[in-house]
Structures are given as C-alpha cells and as structure tokens.
C-alpha cells in the first residue's frame, strides 16, 4: 500500500464523502470546497497527474469528463459548473493521484 491520500479513499482507509462510484471511478467531496458544490472525481488505480496519462488513458480520462455534467447536475448546478485538472507542482497539484475538480454555485469562485 502507497501512502497515497486518496488511494486510501478509494480503499475506505480514510473516510470520503462518495457522491459516485463504480468499478474504474469514484467521486468525492472535497475537504476544503471553494464552491458550493465541489468534488473531485478520480481513478481508482493510482495514476500520478494528467502528464503520466498515454494512449492507454483515453477511455477511462473520457470517461472521468463525462462524468462531470452528469455528477454536477446530480449535485444541483443546473446552471453550469467549473472543471480543474492541477498537474504538476508547477500546476499547483498537492495530491499526486490525478483529479478531475468539478465546483460552481454560490458566489462565483476563481481559483489561481
Ligand atoms: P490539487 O491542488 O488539485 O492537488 O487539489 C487537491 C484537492 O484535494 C484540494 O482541493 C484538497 O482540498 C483536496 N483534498 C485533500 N485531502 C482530501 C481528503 N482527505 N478528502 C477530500 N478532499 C481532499
Ligand atoms: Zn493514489
């Protein structure tokens, strides 16, 4: 077992609010949202950030963005949403298990 946070999500280790889960993908809620409404939807296998992806990503990267309206619209923002994918430290990443960040409602929210 890596010491990777959100691998430990994946496995139950450290407790996660789950908004969607299947065999490749889980969504959760962020610990510190800067929206509203913000979650994270990752792989479940460890795949460090969106740099590390080849050819063999394609479906499951595809699939982690069309996740995105479906889990937003579930989560209530009707009126649309924003998406971040941080890669590199130069990207701002902290957590090296890449994420998809999906955030909107409340006040509108600009991240750096
Ligand atoms: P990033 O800067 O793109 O790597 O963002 C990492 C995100 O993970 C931050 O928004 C954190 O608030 C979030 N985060 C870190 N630890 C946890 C956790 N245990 N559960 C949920 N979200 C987390
Ligand atoms: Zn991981």
Redesign the pocket.
């Known amino acids: 077992m890596n010491d990777c946070?959100f691998c430990k999500?994946v496995v139950g280790e450290?407790p996660?609010s789950r908004v969607y889960e299947d065999d490749e993908v889980l969504a959760?809620?962020?610990?510190?949202p800067f929206a509203r409404v913000h979650f994270?939807i990752i792989p479940k296998a460890h795949i460090a950030t969106l740099a590390d992806c080849g050819a063999e990503h394609e479906r499951l990267l595809g699939k982690m963005l069309l996740l995105a309206p479906r889990l937003a619209s579930e989560q209530g923002l009707d009126a649309g949403f924003k998406t971040l994918i941080?890669t590199g430290r130069g990207g701002?990443?902290?957590?090296f298990h890449i994420?998809v960040?999906v955030f909107g409602g409340g006040d509108p929210v600009k991240r750096s």
């Open positions: 946070i999500i450290i996660g959760f809620h962020d610990i510190h994270l941080n701002g990443q902290e957590v994420h960040h």
